[in-house]
T-cell receptor
């Protein structure tokens, strides 16, 4: 079993839609969690950290469910510019940052 | 520019040659990570440093790969006797120490082995 797993997608959604991605992790000792955005042939860029109580940044909401060992990312009112690959990253407790394979999002007009 | 920088951005090499990549982290960051990414996959962990100490190396990493961070600042990743399967994007990231600290990436070095 992979340490961090994501549905690769693609998720094809119309502009204005709400879309959610999940990411599961296997190490219960994992301490911190992040979502990154990656555009084609570019480096990953930090989108947001994920806090235990959940957190929101504009149209983006991240949540953590420790009991079920997953994190989620919700994007409201999708824009064309949101089209990208969304990577989840988990700090496994040994300070090793492990990434999922990414979920591809395509927003269409 | 105070971000993570990597050099070179692109490298084409013949099979069997050795290559070396450099990463300069954000100056106040003491953690430095190396990842490899191929098309359609997420970044695959290779190794990481805290200051000059290499704390972990992926079990999947061939002994042709070696990384150093001699003074706890910049790091180099060397691949000896390159193979076509080594073709990938090599990404470096850095972060501060402490739980919950975010890692920031450089633009990567794209390696093509012909």
């Amino acid at each position: 079993r992979k340490e961090v797993e994501q549905d690769p997608g693609p998720f094809n959604v119309p502009e204005g839609a709400t879309v959610a991605f999940n990411c599961t992790y296997s190490n219960s000792a994992s301490q911190s969690f992040f979502w990154y955005r990656q555009d084609c042939r570019k480096e990953p860029k930090l989108l947001m950290s994920v806090y235990s109580s959940g957190n929101e940044d504009g149209r983006f909401t991240a949540q953590l469910n420790r009991a079920s060992q997953y994190i989620s990312l919700l994007i409201r009112d999708s824009k064309l510019s949101d089209s990208a690959t969304y990577l989840c990253a988990v700090n496994t407790g040994t300070d090793k940052l492990i990434f999922g394979t990414g979920t591809r999002l395509q927003v269409f007009p | 520019d105070t971000g993570v920088s990597q050099d070179p951005r692109h490298k084409i090499t013949k099979r069997g040659q050795n290559v070396t990549f450099r990463c300069d982290p954000i100056s106040e960051h003491n953690r430095l990570y190396w990842y490899r990414q191929t098309l359609g996959q997420g970044p695959e962990f290779l190794t990481y440093f805290q200051n000059e100490a290499q704390l972990e190396k992926s079990r999947l990493l061939s002994d042709r790969f070696s990384a150093e961070r001699p003074k706890g600042s910049f790091s180099t990743l060397e691949i000896q006797r390159t193979e076509q399967g080594d073709s990938a994007m090599y990404l470096c990231a850095s972060s501060s120490q402490g739980a919950g600290t975010e890692a920031f990436f450089g633009q990567g070095t794209r390696l093509t082995v012909v």
